[in-house]
């Protein structure tokens, strides 16, 4: 570490509330799926800015478009219309599939989106129904209203009591989803992969049944796809893959390729359950962010992505796979969103051991890594990073 760099993270420390751990890496610019740090030291990111970067750093595609955005109109409000907005609204319910409809809130953030999702259901469904069912180890975000939903006992425990009544049941548990779901619950609140629980997919099928729960009990159906979709899973959305359609799908992350933005999409007579006044965002779905998203949107349908994901994705699951070493017991996920499972809690050994071979991975629980690079990965990147993954794992286990 240079002298650069501990000035920079004293200052760090110095400066910023103490919710996050000093950075280890103090970055400087990127290029493709590469970055470097204030050393000139290259890293093959393959973090993504936690499934965020979809295209990965400095896109000529997105640099065009927010640099034309922002020489005409950075910020408006929503006290005005622009047809960005309007563009980005109708692209995305295009996506859903055929005979979706809909209608589209913009918010800044993958948390806000949850938010207002939360009070579109309330809005909806009324005082009779105030309970929500959600998973154990999931996760939707750390405001209020989001972090009542998240089933993580470590940071929710400081913050309650919370405003929203949660019934926690196991992820992928179809008997204790069906126990729960009665005639007092709003919605059932889901991923279609826990995330933050350590990229952990539901059971084949269990999608399907969290859809006909709901349907027999009066329940919506709310998928958080705020890390699984705009092509993380080789599809749009992750609920195509499993042939059902929720009544409200939340986005983040990818969809803005690194610019703040966030979407509550509520599907059919759903997309109409808020009343005017009941909800809005002074920058949600400005200019700059809609820019962004309809470039990501653009390029990923221009180069083939969603097919590269999937093959990319496969190849990189039968590369964890195949790893034989004491610390592994395999991996698990689907596209580009794999995890590198662990038998014991070594996970941040493994990042750091990581880092210092050259690719920045992520220790998302203690017994798991997280790989969730841009979208625009090569074969051969991947390839590097299976190849160089013995040796780093050598070196997690002499820490």
Known sequence: ?????????????????????VPDVVL??????VVWDVDGNSYLDLIGGIA??????NHPAIVEAVTAQVSKLAHISNLFAHEGQVVLAEK????LGPGITGKVFFANSGTEANEAAVKLVRRIQGSKRPVFVAAEHGFHGRSMGSLSLTGKTSIREAFSPFGVEVRFVPFGDQAALAAAVGPDCAAVFLEPTLGEGG?????????ASVREICDAA????????????IGRTGAWFAFQAE????????????????LPIGACIGIGAVGDGFLRGDHGSTFGGNPIACAAALAVLDVIERDGLLDHVSKVGEKLADGLGSIEHPLVTGARGTGLWQALVLREPAAVKVEAAAREAGFLVNAVQPDAVRIAPPLIVTQEQVDSFVDALPGILEQAGRR
Request: hydrophobic fraction near 45%; glycine fraction near 16%.
């Open 92 to 95: 995305l319910l295009g996506l």
């Open 243 to 258: 042939g059902v359609i929720p009544d409200v799908i939340t986005l983040a992350k990818g969809l803005g390729g690194g």
């Open 1 to 21: 570490m240079t002298q650069h760099t501990q000035q920079v993270k004293d200052r760090y420390q110095a400066v910023m509330m103490p919710n996050y751990a």
């Open 52 to 57: 965020v970067s979809a295209l990965g750093h």
């Open 199 to 207: 990229v952990v997919p539901a059971p084949a099928g269990y999608l």
């Open 218 to 229: 009066g329940a919506l159906f709310v998928l958080d796809e705020i890390q699984s979709g």
């Open 28 to 33: 400087a610019h990127g290029e493709g799926c």
